[in-house]
T-cell receptor
Framework: AQKVTQAQTEISVVEKEDVTLDCVYE???????LFWYKQPPSGELVFLIR??????QNEISGRYSWNFQKSTSSFNFTITASQVVDSAVYFC??????????????FGQGTTLQVKP | DTEVTQTPKHLVMGMTNKKSLKCEQH?????MYWYKQKAKKPPELMFV???????INESVPSRFSPECPNSSLLNLHLHALQPEDSALYLC????????????????FGEGSRLTVL
């Protein structure tokens, strides 16, 4: 069955530390799409990145980087030199199997990141 | 600032009340979504509209009634709710999923936090 697993429930770091959020996915689809969203205390889910299964290039955006490894079915997210503003809940998600062209997403349970000053 | 606007941000209602949640987007998206999120849990899909027609209903109880008056607006009518319906209700939109370009990238509002007494 399709599944997205974020094993880390909560992570606490001190500002300027690097932190990696883990995501492991399961799917029977050969073409699939993975996402990361950030949910700050305000409640809004902020889209961070989409990765297609046929594009294994890792991506860097400022202090954020993503490591997509099909061999281990992982799509990990690293924040370099963390800041207090990075404190949020982070969700890894995958487009639902058999969803056709709908936007239905399967979310992981989320990782709460606390960055202390 | 989010391009998906939800009102009200907070709502408290009794079990016999009738209220509505509203969502508006001006990104030209033709797919709109309602998600429900309980505390410390990931969002769960409730409804999907495509081109103002209901496309997905995830077996949601009839006390929740969605409405899509036009491509920019999405409402969720609430009636005879239960205390367990208290949650954050998130609206989202995406490009039409009739276009091949849509790979499930959703844009969320800040949500309406509902408390049922």
């Amino acid at each position: 069955a399709q599944k997205v697993t974020q094993a880390q429930t909560e992570i606490s770091v001190v500002e300027k530390e690097d932190v990696t959020l883990d995501c492991v996915y399961e799917t029977r689809d050969t073409t699939y799409y993975l996402f990361w969203y950030k949910q700050p205390p305000s409640g809004e889910l902020v889209f961070l990145i989409r990765r297609n299964s046929f594009d294994e290039q890792n991506e860097i955006s400022g202090r954020y980087s993503w490591n997509f490894q099909k061999s281990t079915s992982s799509f990990n997210f690293t924040i370099t030199a963390s800041q207090v503003v990075d404190s949020a809940v982070y969700f890894c998600a995958q487009r639902a199997e058999g969803s056709g062209n709908t936007g239905k997403l399967i979310f992981g349970q989320g990782t709460t990141l606390q960055v202390k000053p | 600032d989010t391009e998906v606007t939800q009102t009200p941000k907070h709502l408290v209602m009794g079990m016999t009340n009738k209220k509505s949640l509203k969502c508006e987007q001006h990104m030209g998206h033709r797919a709109m979504y309602w998600y429900k999120q309980k505390a410390k849990k990931p969002p769960e899909l409730m409804f999907v509209y495509s081109y103002e027609k209901l496309s997905i209903n995830e077996s949601v109880p009839s006390r929740f009634s969605p409405e899509c008056p036009n491509s920019s607006l999405l409402n969720l009518h609430l009636h005879a709710l239960q205390p367990e319906d208290s949650a954050l209700y998130l609206c989202a939109s995406s490009q039409s999923f009739k276009l091949n370009a849509n790979t499930g990238e959703l844009f969320f509002g800040e949500g309406s936090r509902l408390t049922v007494l």
